[in-house]
């Protein structure tokens, strides 16, 4: 196989972790948000691993995967803000709520960790 097709592959795949995390995405489904998180991080690796391949800049033009590239990394950071915050905001909920462990699994946030020290 050739390299740069090993390249595209692994961008292809980051693609996918994205839109994979697009369709998942719900605020309202703290599950839904680690789901999120982990498909991300899957794709972030991909990419990091696009990034370290030394053939990367002889198989290919710059260009011809970089607007891909680019599209990807902001679709990332876009997501990571919402899911980020939509997991402060449901630790909050859990904290202001939480207090009372049938409240909180009633809230459905029973799979948030407690922060140590915090009754």
Same mark, same amino acid.
Request: a positive charge; charged letters at 30%.
């Given at each position: %196989?050739?390299? $740069? +097709?090993? !390249?595209?592959?692994?961008?292809?795949? @980051?693609?996918?972790?994205?839109?994979?995390?697009?369709?998942?995405?719900?605020?309202?489904?703290?599950?839904?948000?680690?789901?999120?998180?982990?498909? &991300?991080? #899957?794709? /972030? +690796?991909?990419?990091?691993?696009?990034?370290?391949?030394? *053939?990367? +800049? @002889?198989?290919?033009?710059? *260009?011809? !995967? $970089?607007?891909?590239?680019?599209? /990807?990394? #902001?679709? /990332?950071? !876009?997501?990571?803000? &919402?899911?980020?915050?939509?997991? *402060?905001?449901?630790? +909050? %909920?859990? !904290?202001?709520?939480?207090?009372?462990?049938? @409240? &909180? *699994?009633?809230?459905?946030?029973?799979?948030?960790?407690? /922060?140590? $020290?915090?009754?």
């Amino acid at each position: %196989m050739r390299r $740069g +097709g090993a !390249l595209e592959e692994r961008v292809a795949r @980051a693609e996918a972790h994205v839109q994979a995390a697009l369709r998942l995405w719900r605020a309202d489904q703290p599950s839904r948000c680690d789901e999120c998180r982990l498909l &991300l991080g #899957a794709a /972030i +690796g991909e990419l990091q691993d696009v990034q370290r391949d030394p *053939a990367r +800049g @002889a198989a290919f033009p710059p *260009a011809s !995967l $970089g607007n891909r590239v680019r599209k /990807i990394k #902001a679709d /990332i950071d !876009l997501l990571t803000r &919402l899911v980020d915050s939509a997991t *402060a905001f449901c630790r +909050g %909920m859990a !904290l202001t709520i939480g207090r009372d462990a049938d @409240a &909180l *699994a009633a809230s459905g946030l029973d799979a948030l960790p407690r /922060i140590e $020290g915090v009754a």
